[in-house]
């Protein structure tokens, strides 16, 4: 099990926390999170595209010209593909993308992921974000002193308030509540920030789960 530090406003240390092995130390299978990120950005496509085929398109079902005799190719209708205004071949039509993937696979991924990020040392948790007040410059001012300058996954939990409204606004911040925690959005982030709360729920959680599941 490992242990991190948990860091206050001013990145000194206030604490420790203890990185449970059944969570943040996984074998990360590459093979899966490929899976499991294809299948989210999948679900994420609208699939609202769409082309008329010659039986949708405006035009007379008349024979254009006679069959013989004009030195023309033959031609049945002008809804045609290769007329102008004619219908479009195996073009896109609307459709759902969203790929069946098993919770157990999806939950597999996450912890994948997070052992992933554990293991590189890019996993904070801090109590700096207990805020009075929302403040995006003290939220600013709290990143700079984690050193986390680069795209950021902030965990929070849904109650602090403070803390949403702080940190929303970042450009290099991408904000989750705990239960929100996918693979794809960890993998994406250089850094991986929890605050002391989001991380007790978080593990407990996981811990309630994995005894439901025994």
Same mark, same amino acid.
């Given at each position: 099990?490992?242990?991190?530090?948990?860091? #206050?406003?001013?990145?000194?240390?206030?604490?420790?926390?203890?990185?449970?092995?059944?969570?943040? #130390?996984?074998?990360?299978?590459? =093979?899966?999170?490929?899976?499991?990120?294809?299948?989210?950005? @999948?679900?994420?496509?609208?699939?609202?595209?769409?082309?008329?085929?010659?039986?949708?398109?405006?035009?007379?079902?008349?024979?254009?010209?006679?069959?013989?005799?004009?030195?023309?190719?033959?031609?049945?209708?002008?809804?045609? =593909?290769?007329?102008?205004?004619?219908?479009?071949?195996?073009?896109?039509?609307?459709?759902?993308?969203?790929?069946?993937? =098993?919770?157990?696979?999806?939950?597999?991924?996450?912890?994948?992921?997070?052992?992933?990020?554990?293991?590189?040392?890019?996993?904070?948790?801090?109590? @700096?974000?207990?805020?009075?007040? =929302?403040?995006?410059?003290?939220?600013?001012?709290?990143?700079?002193?984690?050193?986390?300058?680069?795209?950021?996954?902030?965990?929070?939990?849904?109650?602090?308030?403070?803390?949403?409204?702080?940190?929303?606004?970042?450009?290099?911040?991408?904000?989750?509540?705990? #239960?929100?925690?996918?693979?794809?959005?960890?993998?994406?982030?250089?850094?991986?920030?929890?605050?002391?709360?989001?991380?007790?729920?978080?593990?407990?959680?996981?811990?309630?789960?994995?005894?439901?599941?025994?």
């Amino acid at each position: 099990m490992t242990t991190v530090d948990i860091i #206050d406003a001013k990145g000194k240390k206030s604490g420790s926390a203890e990185l449970p092995a059944d969570i943040f #130390d996984v074998e990360t299978n590459v =093979p899966l999170l490929h899976q499991v990120v294809t299948a989210q950005l @999948a679900a994420a496509r609208q699939g609202t595209h769409n082309t008329k085929g010659r039986g949708e398109v405006s035009g007379s079902g008349r024979k254009p010209f006679k069959q013989k005799g004009t030195g023309r190719a033959r031609q049945g209708s002008i809804r045609a =593909p290769e007329h102008r205004g004619g219908g479009i071949v195996h073009g896109p039509t609307t459709r759902s993308y969203d790929q069946r993937t =098993p919770k157990k696979m999806v939950a597999k991924a996450l912890l994948g992921a997070l052992s992933d990020r554990a293991r590189g040392e890019r996993i904070t948790i801090t109590t @700096a974000f207990d805020l009075d007040a =929302p403040s995006t410059k003290a939220a600013q001012d709290v990143l700079t002193s984690l050193n986390a300058t680069k795209r950021v996954l902030i965990v929070v939990d849904r109650d602090e308030d403070n803390a949403i409204l702080s940190l929303r606004n970042i450009w290099n911040v991408q904000l989750l509540a705990w #239960d929100q925690l996918n693979a794809y959005d960890v993998l994406v982030s250089d850094d991986l920030i929890f605050t002391k709360t989001a991380f007790d729920a978080f593990v407990a959680n996981k811990n309630k789960n994995a005894e439901v599941n025994a």
